[in-house]
């Protein structure tokens, strides 16, 4: 979806940008997973991964959904926020 000032909440630029923080903050637990002293089982590191990937999703999608519903001059503008 493209507005007259040509954002775009699903161009390529912004799926790349999605990507990459997917990927700082998969790296930044796996960096802490191998520092921590004594490791816990990857299972229960796994349930707290998972619990985090879910919150942050969570939040990404509400944010999303209200960028969806924000009217600037009476039009639909997703990408002010």
Do not use: Y
Request: net charge positive; hydrophobic share 50%.
């Amino acid at each position: 979806m493209t507005t007259a000032s040509g954002c775009s909440l699903t161009d390529n630029f912004a799926i790349a940008i999605q990507i990459l923080l997917a990927f700082i903050a998969l790296s930044s637990l796996l960096m802490k997973r191998s520092k921590e002293n004594p490791k816990r089982a990857l299972v229960v590191w796994f349930f707290d991964v998972s619990k985090q990937a879910t919150g942050a999703f969570l939040v990404h999608i509400s944010n999303v959904m209200f960028s969806f519903f924000n009217r600037e001059n009476g039009k639909r503008d997703p990408c002010t926020w």
